[in-house]
């Protein structure tokens, strides 16, 4: 079986990095490397996770402006007074200026590091590199294959992980709304739609469609559509 030391997953790589960079010091001079080498993987590591770090800040506050939002459209009748909104996360502030194409560079040096003759095992498995480079996924154009079956009168929507952490499925019932802008987050194939069924005897037509997701975000382009037609019981 193939074992690769370089995930997909954004957050892996992330970690990966920080191992890779804390521990590289100390084998610079049996691989040849300067102290300036070993810098820039240690500036290109904290910056990218002052960046993780700032995302993620900006990820809860969005959660936290959708939730106010809420508050504010549905809230209590007791016409409470909100709090006030809480301002956004700061710009990150990095030591050392941002260089584009991190894991190109590291790639390079990890070439070189695992051809040099001090390479041993034991010291590629403590920099996290003992394994073949993880084949490139096309996040821009990959695309879930939706297949549409009913099981004891329910829809089941199969799909492929193909490597990515699941996808948001959207739904259209057939009552006008369209497809709408919340999706169903399935992390694991297949999805049981269990939304309840029209009433005894009536029909609907459900149709759904998907995107993959890498680190809470979409990626890729949207799926096939599938065309399910259900039967209240």
């Known amino acids: 079986m193939k074992r690769y030391y370089l995930s997909i997953s954004m957050l892996a790589k992330l970690v990966f990095l920080n191992n890779y ?3 590289l010091p100390k084998y610079a001079t049996i691989f040849g490397l ?6 820039k993987v240690a500036a290109d590591a904290t910056n990218l996770q002052t960046f993780f770090n700032y995302v993620d800040a900006q990820k809860k506050h969005l959660k936290y402006l959708t939730s106010y939002r809420s508050h504010l459209m549905n809230g209590d009748s007791e016409n409470r007074p909100l709090p006030t909104l809480t301002a956004p996360p ?14 190109g560079r590291l790639m390079d040096q990890v070439a070189l590091i695992k051809k040099n003759k001090n390479a041993t095992p034991d010291i590629l498995k403590d920099l996290g590199i003992d394994g073949i480079e993880e084949i490139a996924v096309d996040t821009e154009n990959i695309r879930p294959e939706l297949k549409g079956t009913l099981v004891g ?3 089941v929507i199969e799909w492929k992980k193909n490597k990515m952490d ?3 499925i959207y739904v259209d019932r057939g009552d006008g709304k369209g497809y709408g802008a919340v999706p169903y987050t399935d992390l694991k194939p297949n999805f049981d739609d269990n939304f309840p069924l029209p009433p005894s ?19 890729g382009q949207v799926s096939n559509e599938v065309v399910i037609t259900v039967v209240g019981k």
Request: overall charge negative; cysteine-free; charged content about 25%.
């Open 21 to 23: 960079a804390a521990k």
């Open 166 to 168: 699941g996808v948001h």
């Open 34 to 39: 300067t102290k300036a080498d070993t810098d």
């Open 90 to 103: 700061a710009l990150p502030t990095f030591t050392v200026s941002p260089v584009a194409d991190i894991f």
């Open 201 to 219: 005897g009536q029909t609907a037509i459900w149709k759904y469609k998907a995107y993959y997701i890498e680190d809470d975000e979409e990626v």
């Open 153 to 155: 009168g329910r829809p």
